[in-house]
């Protein structure tokens, strides 16, 4: 895709006359603002087009002194045209090395062994550590083809823990085995499913193969390592229609063990990527590639304290970013501002109208005049630095709510300088960037100008009408952002509503996400740079395929349904299909099923294949097949479940049907009933009794459906329902560990020795003596005992210990959690104990049976630790379950 830099060595139009002042709405206005610092010693000096253009310029007062036409330099802009960070592609093309998220196989399985490796790779493949061979193949005459399965060539036995443990990292089921019976398996209160997490990023890299995958003529399912094989002729049996394929002879072997040189049949995850080229062990990229920009785009209506949090945020990162990092800077209040990297000493800026879309002619105004408004970071980074400092607060006098803000024209405006001059040509013939655009959008309050805007006030007579106006116009501009392959993230602060309801669907569509924060402080800062830093696949296609005796009825995921890559090529084409705007390390997909009839066989097969263009051009199809056991027995199939997974694909359909707050209160209620029904379904009758135990192999699930009902996502513990909205976006997208911690809240408490000890998250934990820090997601909270507090130095070394945890605990979550410190006793303490159990109403011996730390206490510690508590209405975890006449699982 060309960018605003290309259009500098292209003749542009002729410049037209000055303009009066009262035309300024007609045509965009270059002003220059207060004085900047003068460029750092050293640095690069930004270059003036070739063609003048009518200026104009202002005092310090804002008045008018006069038009000027500026000399022309005559210097030439610096060759961009290559991407520095990706100058040298590696021949392996190796995923980017992460911290592994805690993602357990299934059983305590060891790792797949290693592939037989040789001296020469194959031309077929290459994986990171170990190489294929290709062995020559003698076809035998007069035999008829022998089938064998791909899992039993390598390991001899079909132990499917150990098979799919690669898969393990990127997909977990709510069990490990399947109930045959169709009556007994579809059980409405718990449910059977998978989480789904595609993008994710592990080490050992999961093996790339770089050819064409073979995939069934029928159903389109890709060949896996559970397909059987004939080696004499190379044919493959599906495992989803049993249906024979030529694989091309890509598969004929003189032996089964030659099969073991085919990284698909005999690992459960591979990634197939397209080259272009026949030379094998070569990935081509082109060094015409710039990298993709990044736009940031500021509200200017703030006052004067936000402002300079904002201000700071925004130069650290600047500093974070990387050199070869292409960026732009615009601002929006009542008109938009674009900034032009090319002058220094002054901030100069083209204005244009806020409250309508710029007209075609504005737009090549834009792109075919002299400003540069994009530019490498190593050649403007001062001119930035100094732009951001010449801005200055809100001077009117109109409330932070009713200030103009027209952030939809800023955005149409952004994308057009993402197209570039490539908007009068055919998207055949757009050169593109490597990697998708970002645009960030730094808003301080509600769009109420222009394209999507709504009334400042609720209460306007239209408002309802105007405001389903605004989200169609809103999801429009964000559909318009992917399709240049743009993601738009909205990171919201202050004290002022935003009307989440508005942005959301422009976040969406393109791929982005909306945060909102209570400042724009540290947090703040720190999301702006992950934002800025995530790196994505973009244009993913999601596919799902499964048995034929599932059906899939719900999926819940960051996409919109479409049809698959080769439904018009395949005859009985069943698979689930998804359009992906952005594939990222910290989504996840969401599956529901139910059987369509009772299952005959010993084992069931499921496959998720998402296909997308990485940041160097170049498409990836990740393809991850499992196979689980079946079982015709309640307890062995109750063994099997994993009660996390299982809680938090709960929590997801849950909390997916909550789009407002009289939904969400319902949502409590079917909490209620979906907890009663899986005591009376699953558990087990007392005798004589109309009671129910819940059942002891789920020992984690029931509580962890106490905190969704009672937690953020679904009670009232935060107040306005922007935060609430928002929360949920982020929980249905996020990956299963910032889902879990979402839903069910971690605690740590401090120990003298510097270490932490994890304790149930009850109330109980509030001991004054110590410290402790509760994870609950996007919200951290350290608080401190009052009598560690009375000791300054055992205080400052337990805060220091708890903030480097923190640190390391949210090293790589995005959104980054806000994190607040506070003592005990404060009113801020009401945070954390309004997300803790309220265990001290329960006997004291229900108490040490869930909470055995109690037992360390002595009576005098214990007398203190109960004095400090006030009766609550809440019900504690145990009075809850005796409400629905279920008795509480035994601890964990």
Not at 437 to 445: E, F, K, M, Q, T
Not at 573 to 582: A, G, Q, R
Request: aromatic fraction near 8%; hydrophobic fraction near 35%; charged fraction near 20%.
């Amino acid at each position: 895709m060309a960018d605003s830099e290309a259009t500098s060595h292209s003749a542009p139009p002729h410049p037209s006359p000055p303009l009066p002042l009262h035309q300024y709405l007609q045509s965009p206005v270059r002003t220059f603002s207060s004085p900047m610092p003068s460029q750092a010693q050293g640095a690069t000096p930004l270059p003036t087009s070739f063609a003048p253009i009518a200026r104009q310029y202002s005092s310090p007062t804002g008045s008018v002194t006069s038009f000027e036409i500026p000399a022309s330099s005559g210097v030439p802009w610096p060759d961009s045209s290559r991407d520095h960070q990706h100058e040298h592609i590696p021949q392996q093309m190796p995923v980017r090395p992460s911290e592994p998220l805690n993602f357990a196989p299934v059983g305590a399985s060891p790792p797949p062994p290693g592939f037989r490796s040789s001296t020469h790779s194959s031309p077929g493949f290459s994986i990171p550590s170990t190489a294929f061979s290709e062995v020559p193949v003698s076809q035998p005459d007069n035999r008829s083809p022998i089938l064998m399965n791909g899992a039993q060539l390598q390991y001899g036995v079909s132990d499917d823990s150990t098979n799919w443990s690669a898969a393990s990292s990127f997909v977990l089921f709510t069990a490990h085995t399947v109930l045959k019976e169709r009556k007994a398996f579809n059980i409405p209160s718990l449910g059977f499913g998978a989480i789904i997490c595609p993008g994710r990023e592990v080490i050992p890299s999961p093996p790339s193969i770089r050819r064409s995958p073979s995939r069934c003529q029928v159903c389109g399912a890709f060949s896996n390592l559970y397909c059987s094989i004939a080696p004499s002729t190379g044919q493959w049996k599906c495992t989803f229609c049993d249906k024979m394929n030529s694989s091309s002879g890509t598969y004929k072997a003189a032996s089964k063990e030659d099969l073991e040189n085919w990284p698909e049949l005999v690992t459960s995850v591979v990634d197939y990527v397209e080259v272009s080229t026949g030379r094998p062990g070569f990935v081509p990229v082109s060094e015409t590639i710039l990298a993709a920009p990044l736009l940031i785009l500021i509200d200017e209506s703030l006052d004067d304290v936000h402002l300079q949090h904002l201000q700071s945020s925004l130069h650290s990162l600047l500093d974070s970013l990387p050199l070869a990092a292409r960026i732009g800077l615009i601002t929006y209040g009542r008109t938009v501002s674009v900034y032009d990297f090319s002058q220094v000493g002054v901030s100069a800026a083209d204005v244009f109208p806020g409250s309508g879309l710029p007209n075609r002619e504005l737009q090549k105004t834009l792109l075919y005049g002299t400003g540069v408004y994009l530019a490498p970071l190593h050649v403007c980074l001062p001119v930035a630095h100094a732009i951001i400092s010449s801005l200055r607060p809100y001077r009117g006098d109109l409330p932070e709510v009713a200030r103009d803000r027209c952030m939809g024209a800023a955005v149409e405006i952004a994308l057009s300088l993402i197209q570039g001059p490539s908007m009068e040509m055919s998207r055949s013939m757009v050169k593109r960037t490597g990697g998708c655009s970002r645009i960030l959008v730094c808003a301080g309050g509600p769009n109420t100008l222009g394209q999507g805007s709504v009334p400042h006030s609720q209460s306007h007579p239209n408002y309802l009408y105007l405001e389903k106006k605004a989200i169609k116009q809103m999801e429009y501009l964000g559909q318009e952002a992917r399709r240049q392959d743009a993601v738009v993230d909205i990171l919201c602060a202050g004290t002022c509503p935003v009307r989440v309801p508005v942005l959301q669907p422009l976040a969406a569509a393109s791929g982005g996400v909306v945060v909102l924060h209570d400042d724009f402080g540290e947090s703040y800062g720190l999301n702006l740079q992950r934002a800025a830093k995530r790196s994505s696949g973009f244009r993913g296609i999601f596919e799902a395929r499964f048995s034929d005796c599932f059906n899939a009825t719900h999926i819940i995921g960051p996409g919109k349904e479409t049809t698959s890559t080769v439904h018009e090529t395949v005859r009985n084409d069943k698979s689930v299909c998804m359009e992906v705007p952005t594939l990222e390390e910290c989504q996840s997909f969401v599956m529901s099923f139910e059987l369509n009839k009772d299952i005959k066989s010993e084992n069931v097969y499921f496959q998720y294949a998402v296909q997308y263009i990485n940041a160097h051009l170049m498409n990836v199809t990740r393809v991850i097949t499992v196979r689980l056991g079946t079982t015709d027995s309640i307890t062995s199939y109750l063994r099997s479940i994993d009660d996390e997974v299982a809680a938090v694909l709960i929590g997801k359909r849950t909390v997916a049907f909550a789009k407002s707050a009289a939904d969400a209160l319902d949502m409590r209620s079917s909490v209620d009933e979906r907890a009663k029904q899986i005591g009376m379904k699953l558990g087990k009758t007392l005798n004589k009794s109309k009671l129910y135990s819940f059942p002891n192999e789920l020992p984690k699930l029931g509580e962890i459906l106490f905190h969704l009902r009672r937690g953020p996502l679904l009670g009232n513990i935060i107040g306005h329902e922007d935060e609430r909205v928002i929360l949920r976006n982020i929980f249905l997208q996020s990956s299963f560990d910032l889902s879990l911690r979402m839903l069910s809240p971690r605690v740590l408490m401090h120990r003298e020795s510097g270490t932490f000890e994890e304790l149930p998250a009850y109330d109980l934990a509030m001991q004054s003596n110590t410290a402790i820090v509760l994870d609950h997601g996007t919200d951290i909270f350290i608080w401190m005992g009052s009598d560690l507090s009375a000791d300054e130095t055992q205080s400052a070394a337990a805060l220091a210990a708890c903030r480097t945890l923190v640190e390391e605990l949210t090293e790589q979550r995005f959104p980054a959690p806000r994190v607040l410190v506070f003592k005990e006793g404060t009113s801020q303490a009401r945070y954390l104990q309004s997300r803790l159990i309220p265990a001290h109403k329960d006997p004291p011996y229900e108490q040490e049976a869930r909470f055995p730390q109690l037992r360390t206490l002595n009576a005098e510690q214990r007398a203190h630790l109960k004095s400090k508590f006030f009766y609550v209405d809440d019900l504690s975890f145990c009075e809850w379950m005796r409400s629905l006449k279920l008795v509480p699982p035994e601890p964990y």
